[in-house]
């Protein structure tokens, strides 16, 4: 005695067909709902790309000239060094600042090609004994002033806006999402529900001649695989939409900028198969659920 | 094959469903439950498949206590004891030979079983001409034929018949309790509740009768009243 899949099959297309309304409200609840998770990951991820040089406390970089002496490099070090208010720094050479391109923009060759390391400035990342917004500023505008530097990036400009912005932004986003992902299992519950009203008959049928209970409840489980394997595919090209999103950000933000905002897209298709992954277990324990109720009786 | 030790069943704590009713039903007995409406008859049915629990007592069926029978198991003691009812609970969007195809679908038979098995039952019942049609397209009496070929077709121990014949005027009636009796004599137990006097008091069988929970009579080859 075995389960047939075309009996399944035949089952959850005749259920799907009997509910096309309630089967398309609980596809589009779970596609929102999962693009929303995903673009909140993708958004974390995004920003702690951009955000990658900005950890253990650096709050401003120095960029020296491509072309800077030895001397002035020398002198600049110095400086850092002997600095009260500067605690420590970090020296990033070419080669360095190279690597991290590679690492950051690996998926788009076209991208690194172009970028040498002679052509990337090397920097230092300064930690600041004080951080106070004023006075890391002030003592970035005394390395901006030195022979050879090329600019200072401070993180107060941009990087705190983004962290800020970020950090509120990216846990209602997800608290959003997971509501919404909650609603989609309680959307598949009903909608299982309903269709085991309207099969009520059968399903009473299958009891008085002994159908076995996962007998009767494999075919629902199916619709809610269904329903959740749906929902999570249609919201991958969303969230690469999403994804897109964030690369007209990184054309309004400065070069530096770009060399973080990103995602790889190998992440975006996984983040892509885990939410398809969810999708389907939300939709098989919510119709799961909802059949087991019904069978308790 | 069927035994009830002192069997009560009150209904959400206050409607007496059957009182301390105990009865035995021998393997091949045809037996008609009687009594008026609400005496406990369709309690008397649905505890023999599980579809009741008892509050006291005990019934086995085919030599075990279905009360001990774990849930998952119930299943398999349902495949064991055909159903037919007043209102024939046929589905309407299956032909009668999907309907009578489908209880052997549900419980895992093969489609070679299947395939030789429902020709051979509505053969039996005489619809092989109908086996195309929905329930809608039927009459009563080709109705009930239909749900008793579908209990039939996995050729249970036991046969229970919840006022097969409500539904149908006094020829059909007949012939599905020709149809019963035939099914009876091939070995099958057949516990039939009714109403219907002219039936019990022509087929002289034994009869239970009911009263408000109770077994007040219990007569081999008896008659209605």
Not at chain 1, 89 to 111: C, H, R
Not at chain 2, 149 to 174: C, H, K, M, Q, Y
Request: proline share 4%; with cysteine; net charge neutral.
């Amino acid at each position: 005695m075995s389960l047939k899949l075309d009996y399944v099959l035949r089952e959850t297309a005749s259920n799907f067909r009997r509910n096309i309304t309630l089967t398309l409200a609980t596809i589009i609840t779970v596609t929102i709902s999962l693009t929303l998770l995903g673009a909140a990951l993708l958004f974390g991820d995004a920003v702690d790309n951009a955000t990658v040089r900005w950890k253990d406390g650096v709050e401003f970089i120095v960029f020296t000239d491509p072309e800077i002496s030895p001397e002035l490099e020398a002198d600049i070090r110095r400086q850092l060094e002997d600095s009260p208010e500067v605690s420590g720094f970090t020296y990033i050479d070419k080669d360095e600042a190279y690597a991290e391109v590679q690492d950051l923009l690996g998926d788009s060759p076209e991208l690194v090609e172009v970028i040498t390391p002679e052509r990337l400035p090397a920097s230092f990342r300064v930690k600041p004994s004080d951080t106070l917004p004023e006075r890391v500023d002030e003592l970035a505008a005394a390395f901006r002033a030195q022979p050879g530097v090329a600019r200072v990036v401070t993180a107060s400009e941009t990087i705190r806006a983004i962290e800020d912005l970020s950090s509120g932004l990216r846990q209602r986003v997800i608290i959003i999402a997971i509501v919404l992902l909650v609603a989609a299992a309680v959307l598949i519950l009903n909608t299982i529900r309903m269709a085991l009203f309207s099969r009520r008959r059968d399903i009473e049928v299958m009891k008085l001649v002994g159908a076995a209970n996962w007998f009767i409840r494999v075919p629902f489980m199916f619709e809610g695989l269904v329903q959740g394997l749906i929902g999570g595919v249609i919201a991958i090209p969303l969230i690469w939409l999403t994804n897109n999103f964030f690369s007209v950000i990184n054309d309004d933000v400065t070069l530096e900028l770009l060399r973080g905002f990103t995602v790889d897209p190998s992440r975006v298709w996984s983040l892509g198969f885990q939410m398809v992954g969810l999708g389907a277990i939300v939709g098989t324990v919510g119709s799961g659920i909802a059949v087991t109720r019904f069978l308790d009786t | 094959m069927i035994r009830m030790e002192n069997v009560t069943k009150v209904y959400k704590g206050e409607v007496l469903a059957l009182q301390n009713a105990s009865c035995e039903v021998q393997r091949g007995e045809f037996v008609f439950l009687v009594g008026p409406s609400g005496s406990g008859k369709s309690t008397f049915m649905r505890l023999l498949n599980k579809e009741e629990k008892p509050d006291r007592g005990r019934v086995f069926v085919a030599g075990r206590d279905i009360g001990k029978l774990p849930s998952w198991k119930v299943p398999f003691l349902r495949r064991n004891i055909g159903c037919v009812f007043q209102d024939f609970k046929l589905l309407p969007n299956k032909t009668v030979v999907q309907n009578v195809a489908f209880a052997l679908e549900v419980i895992g038979s093969p489609r070679s079983v299947i395939k030789s098995k429902v020709p051979a039952i509505l053969e039996l019942v005489g619809l092989s001409k109908k086996m195309h049609n929905y329930p809608d397209e039927l009459s009563g009496g080709e109705q009930q034929r239909v749900s008793i070929a579908r209990a039939f077709v996995n050729r249970p121990l036991i046969l229970l018949a919840d006022e097969p014949t409500g539904n149908l005027d006094p020829n059909t009636s007949l012939g599905i309790m020709t149809l019963l009796d035939r099914i009876n004599r091939t070995g099958t137990t057949v516990v039939m509740a009714t109403h219907d006097r002219s039936i019990v008091d022509k087929m002289r069988r034994r009869v239970v009768e009911l009263d408000r929970g109770q077994i007040v009579r219990d007569q081999s080859r008896g008659v209605y009243e």
